[in-house]
């Protein structure tokens, strides 16, 4: 149960980090309610989840989806440029998190 709230989480903290970048310091309501809600929510799967995980590897697994995810929508977007270098480089963050499942 822990891995499936620190996923997620990890989902949540994609969310709140697009949704950080588009309150356009806090100005636009709607993006920033998200944040914070996001926010909240991705902090506490965290924290539900270091309960049982070890930090260093739940926080790892955590801050690497989010970092993917918020990549992923942004070329998704075409707010950020897509290269096959950057999806090799996102791809071996996605390996070592499944290799943290892994060896855990």
């Known amino acids: 149960m822990s891995w499936l709230v620190l996923v997620l989480s990890g989902v949540l903290e994609a969310v709140w980090a697009t949704a950080l970048g588009r309150s356009e310091g806090f100005s636009r309501p709607g993006p920033t309610v998200v944040f914070f809600v996001a926010l909240t929510a991705s902090m506490a799967g965290l924290a539900y989840a270091m309960r ?9 697994v955590w ?25 090799l480089l996102l791809a071996g963050i996605v390996g070592c998190v499944i290799g943290l499942k892994i060896v855990h």
């Open 52 to 60: 049982t995980l070890p930090v260093g590897t739940s926080y790892a």
């Open 63 to 87: 801050v690497g989806i989010g970092a993917v995810l918020t990549v992923v929508y942004a070329m998704a977007t075409g707010t950020e440029a897509v290269s096959a270098i950057k999806i």
